[in-house]
């Protein structure tokens, strides 16, 4: 210990001072970056969460179903204020027929609908979520006679 020369301890000391701070740095940036990263991924999954998206439907997307009286279910992976959600429905024949819904469930609506025709329906919501965002989409399947 007392036979090394002091300048070399000093430099020894200031070198790995220098390689540490260097390290920190070079380490910092990413860290910041997947810190950053991170909270926009979390912002974004609450985010979606939050929002309604439809998870279940009835008809689902191209199902067939028999013409007739047919019931229209749609569940959302969010509760939803139902009274102020609208959806209306194009049945061969008819376009933008409104449906009247009613809460199934805090988290769905079903409503009545009267198909008199074979051919391609849509179906239109719209749901306003409890997080006051609104959200839409469209259902599209097919009616055939039985
Ligand atoms: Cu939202």
């Not at 609208?86 to 027929?97: F, L, M, Q």
């Not at 449906?99 to 179906?123: F, K, M």
Request: charged share 20%; with cysteine; aromatic share 4%.
């Amino acid at each position: 210990m007392s036979l090394v020369p002091p300048f070399r301890r000093t430099s020894g000391a200031r070198f790995s001072r220098q390689k540490a701070g260097i390290i920190a740095r070079a380490m910092h940036a990413p860290r910041t970056l997947a810190a950053m990263l991170a909270l926009t991924l979390a912002a974004s999954t609450l985010d979606a969460r939050a929002h309604a998206i439809v998870v279940e439907s009835s008809p689902r997307a191209n199902e067939t179903v028999a013409t007739g009286t047919r019931e229209v279910r749609l569940v959302f992976n969010s509760r939803i204020d139902a009274t102020r959600s609208r959806a209306t429905i194009d049945v061969p024949g008819r376009a933008d027929v409104p449906l009247e819904l009613v809460a199934d469930s805090p988290t769905s609506v079903r409503a009545t609908v009267v198909i008199d025709a074979s051919g391609p329906c849509v179906l239109h919501w719209q749901v306003l979520a409890l997080d006051g965002h609104i959200t839409r989409g469209t259902i599209a399947f097919t009616a055939a006679a039985r």
